[in-house]
T-cell receptor, first 114, second 115 residues
Framework: DTAVSQTPKYLVTQMGNDKSIKCEQNLGHDTMYWYKQDSKKFLKIMFS???????INETVPNRFSPKSPDKAHLNLHINSLELGDSAVYFCASSQKGPQGSPLHFGNGTRLTVT | AQSVAQPEDQVNVAEGNPLTVKCTYSVSGNPYLFWYVQYPNRGLQFLLK??????LVKGSYGFEAEFNKSQTSFHLKKPSALVSDSALYFCAVRDAGAGSYQLTFGKGTKLSVIP
């Protein structure tokens, strides 16, 4: 199936731990994103990569570090997890172009920090 | 800066009635406008977009949206609501002239279709 897939779907961990979320897309897109959705369902862009180059880096703690080994993958590593990091993290992809390419989202990773 | 407002947290409509979910936007240039739907425990799914051309755009599942430049609005509509349309709906905008990849989302509107 063509899709944006992210793993794991659920992640429960304790404060202070380090964790990673992986994302892969097989849509042939050249741009990938990480979004954070909080408990009120508000969506906020965190990072975006185009062809492995960081192009959007919003104000997020530097405990969050994205890594793009190739244009089909964008992983998110989080150091020293805090309670406030609990949220649903969505990976998305799109194709750069002048016509406003829509984003394709994964199904999310629900991170719970205890 | 670009922004989106969805003035209603929740919209309730009876099955079979028409529905409207409101969205207004602000950009410095021309807008690219999008509607997405989110079902529980799922990612956002693209419904439709306005780039240029006809102000009325049609999308998936019988939804349509009307672009109104003077009112800076892009309301989502459907002539006859289904119970299965119950979900969270997000409006989003990108400034076409800014050369930006950044898509800004509204806070979402929960649509409940009552049988």
């Amino acid at each position: 199936d063509t899709a944006v897939s992210q793993t794991p779907k659920y992640l429960v961990t304790q404060m202070g731990n380090d964790k990673s979320i992986k994302c892969e897309q097989n849509l042939g897109h050249d741009t990938m994103y990480w979004y954070k959705q909080d408990s009120k369902k508000f969506l906020k862009i965190m990072f975006s990569y185009n062809n492995k180059e960081l192009i959007i880096n919003e104000t997020v703690p530097n405990r969050f570090s994205p890594k793009s080994p190739d244009k089909a993958h964008l992983n998110l590593h989080i150091n020293s997890l805090e309670l406030g990091d609990s949220a649903v993290y969505f990976c998305a992809s799109s194709q750069k172009g002048p016509q406003g390419s829509p984003l394709h989202f994964g199904n999310g990773t629900r991170l719970t920090v205890t | 800066a670009q922004s989106v407002a969805q003035p209603e947290d929740q919209v309730n409509v009876a099955e079979g009635n028409p529905l409207t979910v409101k969205c207004t936007y602000s950009v410095s240039g021309n807008p690219y406008l999008f509607w997405y739907v989110q079902y529980p425990n799922r990612g956002l799914q693209f419904l439709l977009k306005y780039i240029t051309g006809d102000n009325l755009v049609k999308g998936s599942y019988g939804f349509e949206a009307e672009f109104n430049k003077s009112q800076t609005s892009f309301h989502l509509k459907k002539p006859s609501a289904l119970v299965s349309d119950s979900a969270l709906y997000f409006c989003a905008v990108r400034d076409a002239g800014a050369g930006s990849y950044q898509l800004t989302f509204g806070k979402g509107t929960k649509l409940s279709v009552i049988p």
